[in-house]
C-alpha cells in the first residue's frame, strides 16, 4: 500500500470530460490540460506524480462493450509491465462504470498494482459539481495507499470493483455495495485465469426470469450462438421449473456446451438452489449459482473465464469460488 511514484492517469471519455456539442454533451480530447489547471489549485502534496493518456476513440460509456474492455486490460498490463507504472486510475462514464469495474477485477487477477476507475454525474467545470472531488479523491486514496486490485472510487467512498452497482442516476452518492450474502471458498489464482492469460471476446447473454418468458425467448437468444448465459433467477434461485418446453430448452443448451450461470434478481438476494424444489429443478438442467454476485461481476467473471478459452467445467469450477472477494466478506 505504498504511495504510487508512476501513477497512470487512462481517459476513456464518459461525462468527467465531457463537452458540449451542437447534438448535446459529447466525449472531448484535451482532459489532461484541464486536469493540470484544477490542480494548480488543489494541495499538491496530497496527490502523486503521474502521466496521462487518452484511450482513443474517447467514448460515452453507453457505448461500451467488451472490447473495450479487452482494450483496457491491455492497456493497463502494457503500462504496468513495459512502462512501469504501479498504479493506473481509469476515468470512465457512469452508465458502465461498475461492468468495467467488475470485468476488470477478473481480466487483472493477480495484477500486483492497484487499479482504481472514478467518474462523475456532472462534467467537469460544473459549480458544485462530483468531477473534480471523484478524480482528486481517488488520487488522494492512491496517495493514501491503495491495496492492489481493482477499485472504484465514487462520492468519497473508496469500493470493491466487483460488489457494486450503480443504483442512482439523479445524485452523487450513485455508487453501492449491495449487501448480498458471500459465502464461497475462496481460493488461489490458477494461471489459467490471472492477467497473464491471453483473453479472445466472447458472445454472452443476460436474461431475467419473469412471468411472461417463453421457451421459444429462450431458443432465440441460444440460436445466436452464445457461449454463456446469465439466468436472473427469482428470490434465492427460483424460476419457471414446471414449464416443461423451457427447462428441455435449458437442458439442451447446457448438452451443447453453453455455461448458464444463475444469480438473484434481489438487491439483497442470493442463489441458494436447494431452498426450493423449483431451484433444485434448474440445478438438475445445469445452472450453476453464482452466489450473491451482482449481475456486473457475474458477467464480468463469466466473460473473463469463457474469454479464456476454459472448458465448460472449468468455468462452472471458478464461477462457483471466491477469486478476488466477489463472493467472500
Avoid at 477478473?106 to 467518474?119: K, R, S
Avoid at 481493482?150 to 439523479?170: E, I, W
Avoid at 433467477?233 to 448458464?260: F, I, K, N, Q, W
Amino acid at each position: 500500500m505504498a504511495t504510487p511514484e508512476k501513477l497512470l492517469v487512462l481517459y476513456t471519455g464518459g461525462t468527467i470530460g465531457m463537452q458540449m456539442s451542437a447534438d448535446g454533451l459529447a466525449p472531448a480530447s484535451g482532459f489532461e490540460a484541464r486536469m493540470l489547471t484544477q490542480q494548480a489549485s488543489e494541495n499538491t502534496s496530497e496527490l502523486p506524480q503521474w502521466s496521462f493518456r487518452e484511450l482513443l476513440p474517447l467514448i460515452d460509456s453507453a457505448n461500451m462493450n467488451p472490447g473495450h474492455w479487452l482494450a483496457l486490460r491491455e492497456e493497463i498490463v502494457t503500462a504496468v509491465e513495459t512502462h512501469g507504472h504501479d498504479a493506473v486510475l481509469v476515468l470512465h462514464g457512469t452508465d458502465t462504470l461498475a461492468y468495467s469495474a467488475a470485468a476488470l477485477s477478473f481480466l487483472l487477477l493477480g495484477l500486483d498494482v492497484p487499479v482504481v476507475l472514478t467518474g462523475a454525474m456532472q462534467p467537469a467545470g460544473v459549480a458544485g459539481g462530483d468531477a473534480w472531488p471523484n478524480l482528486f479523491g481517488a488520487m488522494r486514496a492512491l496517495h493514501r495507499g491503495v491495496t492492489p486490485g481493482v477499485h472504484l472510487y465514487f462520492n468519497g467512498q473508496l469500493l470493491h470493483g466487483a460488489r457494486c452497482s450503480k443504483l442512482r442516476s439523479d445524485a452523487f452518492d450513485a455508487f453501492q455495495v449491495l449487501p448480498r450474502q458471500r459465502q464461497a471458498e475462496h481460493v488461489a489464482i490458477s494461471a489459467l485465469i490471472d492477467y497473464r492469460q491471453a483473453r479472445e471476446r466472447v458472445n454472452l447473454a443476460v436474461l431475467p426470469l419473469h412471468p411472461a418468458v417463453q421457451a421459444g425467448h429462450l431458443s432465440a437468444l441460444l440460436d445466436s450462438g452464445v457461449k454463456g448465459v446469465l439466468l436472473e433467477c427469482y428470490g434465492s434461485g427460483t424460476g419457471p421449473a414446471g414449464d416443461a418446453e423451457l427447462m428441455a430448452v435449458l437442458r439442451d443448451a447446457h448438452a451443447r456446451g453453453v455455461v448458464l450461470a444463475a444469480i438473484s434478481q434481489c438487491a439483497q438476494g442470493h442463489v441458494q438452489f436447494g431452498v426450493y424444489a423449483a431451484g433444485s429443478r434448474l440445478a438438475e438442467v445445469g445452472l450453476v449459482s453464482c452466489g450473491g454476485m451482482t449481475r456486473e461481476a457475474a458477467l464480468g467473471k463469466l466473460f473473463a473465464l469463457l474469454g479464456a478459452g476454459l472448458t465448460q467445467t472449468e468455468v462452472e469450477h471458478w464461477l462457483a469460488r471466491d477469486l478476488c472477494g466477489e463472493m467472500s466478506d
